[in-house]
Every structure is written in C-alpha cells, then in structure tokens.
C-alpha cells in the first residue's frame, strides 16, 4: 500500500474524575490533548514521556481498548474511530498490543497454550485440534520458546519469558500494527535487550510495524525509525531518530536526552534538571504546558500562547515558541 498504515489526527481524551450524583464537580484529567501522527507500513515509531503524559493512554484510543473523547484514527484507510463494534471486531486483528507487565495481562489459570491459542479459537484460525496444536508450538518457537512450554502456567516462566508469551499472544493472528506499551520496562536492563532483538528480528521477518511506548529515549533509539515526544497530553517534538538525537528542538527533549546515558566520554551532554514537578494532567499550565519548568522560558509569550507543532527543519517538527 502507499500512504501511511496509521493516522492519527487530532486524538484527545479526557477522563472525569471524582464528582457526586450527575457528576457535578468532576474535574476533568485532560490526558491526550489533539495528538496527530502517521506511521508508515513496516515502521517503528517510538512515542516517548514521563508517566502522566498520555502515551500509553494514546496506544489504548488507537485499538479502542478505552473510547477517545475527540480526534480521528485511520487504519489502512478505515476510519477506526467511526466502525461500528461488529465492523471494528473484524479490522482489530490487523492491530494488537504487548503490554508492561507480561505477568499481570496472562491470565495464571490457563496454561501458555491456552493463553496464545485464544485469539486462534475466536477468528476461526485453527480448524482441528491439530491444526491448533501446530500454530501454538509454531509461535513459541517463533519467539524462542519450546514445545514443551505450551502445557506449563505463566507463573513458571521468568520475566524476559513471559513478555515472549505476549509477544506470541500478539503475533499469533498475525497482525500487521503491535502497538508496544512499554514492553520491556518491567525487565532487567540485560533481557531488555533481548526482547527489543526479538522484536526487531519479528519486524524483519512479518513486515511489522510498531508504535513503541516508553518512558525513556535510550530504550526506544535503536529501534525508532521516527520518535515523538509527549508531555502533558501533547506532541512535543517529532522527528527522525538521527536528527531528533543529534540535534534535538525542544528544551524538554533536550532535558530527557541529557539523562540518557552513554559509553562515549565525548557523546556526553551536559545534565539538565529540570525544576519542579510534572503539573497534574487535571491542571495543566496554560499557554506552553511546559512553560513551569522550561529553562529558557519567555514570559508572558509562553505562558499565554500555545506553540503550535511546526515543521522547524525537514521533516522535523517542534512546539517551541523560541526555537526554530
Ligand atoms: Fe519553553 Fe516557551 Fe518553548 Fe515552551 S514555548 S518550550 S516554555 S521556550
């Protein structure tokens, strides 16, 4: 297909939160706040930010697993958020998700078999018993596991091993969108390494593409292609992997990058703190929600105008009043 397999335009959810009977004095947490993106067929784009900042909550809107407020996602030309449930029933196998804690989203009283053979029971994937048995030792092996699991629980298999479940759960309807929800943030530094290899190898050989949710830029480096920046709901900064690292637009991407760490004495960056903490998604500052903790601020343009996201450099866009 030309054209992106994944658009997302203008994406926002708001959650209500507290409140009485009718829900009078709710106050509203303004998770994703008009998020736009696309991701081409057989591409990786990292999505990257703090806790709070929407990102995860944006993975969910793309698969509907919570309803968006407002905004639109395509899918290979279908308008996602418009199917009606039997319609988006049919289109959701083309668009599955790994999630965080592999442990928590198996269910520990059905054994690995079960849990990967599910999605093969509901679309009518494996006709005979036979035919089940065949797929599941298959997308084991696929993700470097053996035959023999299939019969054990989830709680058998350490962490590195059970997120290779997920990964098989995933594949086994062989999907053409993972939406990865930081996949290997519950894992030692040493596994993650593995599963980001596992991932990439599955990429290369299914023709895959991803949205990678993490927290931290070092994670999501060598496996973007392009990489997004969040914060407080909205898309920072968006750019190729090479120009986002090399030379970064907004000040809160360059305040994340200044923690990453790295080997290279003459790679190093010069640590930026940022000050205070990430306002509540409940209140959000107004104009630039960064403006709190940014250090090279201008006020009162920044705290009473909001950047818009604009191309700065070739395909390289930014939502800084003072950078260009
Ligand atoms: Fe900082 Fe202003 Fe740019 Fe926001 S718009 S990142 S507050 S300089």
């Known amino acids: ?48 930010g703090e806790s709070g900042s929407g990102k995860s909550t944006t993975g969910r809107c793309i698969l509907r697993l919570i309803e968006p407020t407002a905004g639109e996602v395509w899918f290979e030309g279908h308008e996602v958020t418009a199917l009606d449930a039997a319609a988006f029933r049919a289109l959701c196998r083309d668009m599955q998700i790994i999630f965080q804690d592999p442990f928590a989203s198996l269910n520990p009283r059905m054994t690995v078999g079960a849990i990967i053979g599910e999605a093969l029971t509901i679309h009518n994937l494996a006709p005979t018993k036979r035919a089940f048995t065949d797929r599941v030792v298959e997308l084991l092996e696929t993700v470097g596991l053996q035959a023999e699991h299939m019969r054990r629980y989830p709680h058998e298999f350490s962490g590195g091993q059970r997120q290779r479940i997920g990964i098989a759960r995933a594949l086994a309807v062989e999907p053409k969108l993972i939406v990865c929800d930081e996949p290997v943030s519950a894992l030692d530094v040493s596994i993650q390494a593995q599963v980001i290899n596992l991932l990439e190898d599955l990429q290369q050989k299914f023709g895959l593409t ?55 004495p003459k790679a190093r960056r010069k640590r930026i703190v940022l000050q ?49």
């Open 1 to 48: 297909m030309t054209g992106p397999l994944l658009r997302v335009k203008d994406l926002t959810k708001n959650f209500q939160v507290g409140g009485g009977f009718l829900s009078r004095g709710a106050d509203v947490v303004h998770a994703v706040d008009r998020v736009s993106f696309e991701i081409a067929p057989g591409e990786t784009l990292g999505l990257v």
């Open 276 to 324: 205070g903490e990430v306002p509540s998604p409940m209140h959000p500052p107004s104009g630039c929600h960064f403006h709190t903790r940014c250090p090279i601020r201008k006020l009162p343009l920044c705290s009473t105008e909001v950047p818009p996201l604009e191309q700065k450099r070739d395909g390289h866009w930014a939502a800084c009043h003072l950078r260009s």
């Open 210 to 264: 991803y949205l990678f949710i993490a927290h931290d830029l070092s994670v999501v480096e060598h496996i973007s292609k392009r990489v997004a920046v969040m914060y407080l709901g909205r898309i920072v900064e968006i750019a190729s992997a090479r120009d986002l690292y090399a030379t970064p637009l907004h000040p809160y991407t360059e305040a994340l990058l200044s923690a990453v760490p790295v080997t290279d």
